[in-house]
C-alpha cells in the first residue's frame, strides 16, 4: 500500500500545530476540518508524534494499547514515546487480546514487564472501572492515553476496556487523551439498541450494535451521557486528537491507511464491514469461521449445502455476494469437520449493510435445515449480542428479516439523534 510518505513529511509542520479539541470546540471543527495531506487520512497518533509527543511531554503517561497503536512507519507509539525521551510512559494497559497480541478471543497477557521498553505492562482485559483507579494509582499516572484500532460493532471489547478506562479516571482526576482512528465501517448507525438488563462484557452500556462513531466520537458521547450516573461525574479534561481528513462516508479502503489486524480473527478490512453482522452466527450452532483464513466471512456447518447460497444470492442483497464454500476450521466449532457454507464476497464496500446481511442469512439458514440451532445455551449468547431477546423470539416466530429489520428502526433513529452532538467528522 502506498502510504504518500513525501506528502505526509510535507505536512509534518501544519500537523504539529494541529490542536486537541476540548467538547466546546467539537462543533466548529467538525465544519471546518480539513482534508488529510493527498488522499490519505492521518491518525490522531500520527498528529501527535508529527509534534514530538508535544501534548504528552513531562507528564506520567499510562497508555490504552494494542499492536492497532501504531504511526505510518508502523511501529507502536509506546515504542516511539519511549524512545523519543520525550514522553515519560509509566504504564501500559493491554486490552482483549492483548498490548503486543497474543492472546486468542477471550485472552489477555497477564501483567508483566515489556521486554523491549522495560514499561510494566497490565492486563486491562475485563477491568473494571475500580481495577482501572487502582492501577493507575499504583503506576503514578497522570494522563491517560487511548490508541487502538476499533471496527465499530458494539461486542468488540476494546470500546469497553476505553469506556472502564475513562470512568476509572474520573475519580483520580486524570486527563484522558483519545488519539483518533477511522471508523473502518463508515459513520452510519444501523441495528438495535442494548436493553437494559442485557449488559455484559460484549456490550456494557445502551447503544447501538453498529454505532458508527469513531473511538474519540464515543469517548465524548460515554463522557457526557454515560459517567455522570456510572461514575459519578465527567471527565476534568477529555481531549481528542482528531483523524485528519476523515469523513463520514469513508471506508477503510478509503482512508489510504495500512491495516493491523485489531485481533486475530479480524485480518482484513472486509472482515470488518461484515462483522457487525456475522460475528451473530457466533450464537448459532454455525462455525462463525474462526479456525479458516477468513473468520466471519466464511460461515458454515456440516449439515448445511448449496441450497443456502443459492437462497442467498436470490435476494440480493446489497454489496455483497455468497459463493458456495467448503471449510475445515482448526479451532473453535466443528474442528476438523467439513463445513458447507458460504463465503461472503464484497461487491460494493459502500453499500454493505452487515446486520441485514447476517439476519437474512440466519433466516434462511434456519427455514431451509431442521439441524439450525443455537450454540447449546438456549439463545442467551444471541440475546447479549443483539441486545434483547427481541431478535430471537420473532426468528423463532417466524417473522420475515425485513420484519425483524424494521422493529429496530425506531430505536435506531432516537440514538441517531442522541449521538449527533458528539460526533466530530463531516459527511
Known amino acids: 500500500m502506498n502510504l504518500r510518505r513525501r506528502s505526509f513529511l510535507t505536512g509534518a509542520s501544519a500537523a504539529a500545530a494541529a490542536p486537541l479539541l476540548s467538547a466546546a470546540e467539537a462543533s466548529a471543527a467538525a465544519r471546518t476540518a480539513p482534508a488529510g495531506p493527498g488522499n490519505r487520512v ?35 507509539i509506546v515504542d516511539q514515546m519511549h524512545a523519543s ?44 472501572a475500580a481495577k482501572f483507579t487502582d492501577l493507575y494509582q499504583r503506576s503514578g499516572v497522570e494522563t491517560v492515553v487511548f ?23 474520573v475519580p483520580a482526576d486524570l486527563r484522558f487523551v483519545v488519539l483518533d482512528r477511522p471508523n473502518p465501517v463508515g459513520g452510519d448507525a444501523r441495528g438495535p439498541m442494548l436493553r437494559p438488563g442485557y449488559e455484559s462484557g460484549v456490550g456494557k452500556k445502551q447503544i447501538i450494535q453498529q454505532h458508527g462513531m469513531t473511538v474519540g466520537e464515543l469517548a465524548r458521547f460515554f463522557d457526557a451521557e454515560l459517567l455522570p ?38 485480518p482484513t478490512p472486509d472482515t470488518a464491514l461484515v462483522y457487525s453482522g456475522t460475528c451473530l452466527f457466533e450464537a448459532t450452532n454455525l462455525s462463525e469461521g474462526r479456525g479458516s483464513t477468513r473468520p466471519f466471512e466464511l460461515i458454515g456447518a456440516p449439515y448445511l449445502d448449496y441450497r443456502w447460497a443459492e437462497a442467498l444470492n436470490e435476494i440480493g442483497l446489497p454489496g455483497v455476494a455468497f459463493r458456495e464454500a467448503y471449510f475445515v476450521p482448526t479451532f473453535s466449532k466443528h474442528v476438523g469437520a467439513v463445513c458447507a457454507g458460504v463465503q461472503l464476497h464484497i461487491t460494493e464496500p459502500h453499500e454493505v449493510e452487515a446486520i441485514t446481511t447476517a439476519t437474512h442469512m440466519i433466516v434462511e439458514a434456519r427455514r431451509l435445515y431442521d439441524g439450525f440451532d443455537w450454540r447449546g445455551d438456549g439463545g442467551r449468547w444471541i440475546d447479549l449480542l443483539t441486545g434483547s431477546d427481541r431478535f430471537r423470539t420473532m426468528l423463532e416466530a417466524d417473522a420475515s428479516a425485513e420484519e425483524i429489520v424494521a422493529a429496530w428502526g425506531p430505536e435506531l433513529d432516537e440514538f441517531d439523534r442522541r449521538r449527533r452532538p458528539y460526533l466530530l467528522y463531516r459527511k
Open 42 to 76: 492521518r491518525t490522531g497518533a500520527e498528529i501527535q508524534a508529527a509534534s514530538g509527543w508535544a501534548e504528552l511531554a513531562g507528564q506520567k503517561v499510562g497508555i490504552v494499547t494494542n499492536p492497532t497503536g501504531i504511526t505510518g512507519g508502523l511501529t507502536s
Open 147 to 169: 490508541d487502538i484500532q476499533d471496527v465499530g460493532a458494539r461486542f468488540y471489547t476494546y470500546i469497553w476496556t476505553m469506556y472502564e478506562a475513562m470512568a476509572g479516571a
Open 85 to 128: 525521551g520525550e514522553v515519560n510512559v509509566v504504564a501500559v494497559f493491554g486490552p482483549e487480546h492483548g498490548f503486543r497480541g497474543t492472546g486468542q478471543a477471550g485472552d489477555g497477557e497477564g501483567d508483566h514487564v515489556d521486554p523491549r521498553t522495560g514499561i510494566m505492562v497490565y492486563d486491562a482485559h475485563g477491568a473494571t
Open 229 to 266: 450516573n456510572d461514575a459519578g461525574g465527567r471527565l476534568s479534561d477529555l481531549h481528542v486528537v482528531r483523524a485528519d481528513g476523515w469523513r463520514r462516508r469513508m471506508r477503510f479502503a478509503d482512508t489510504g491507511l495500512p491495516w493491523t489486524l485489531p485481533s486475530p480473527n479480524m
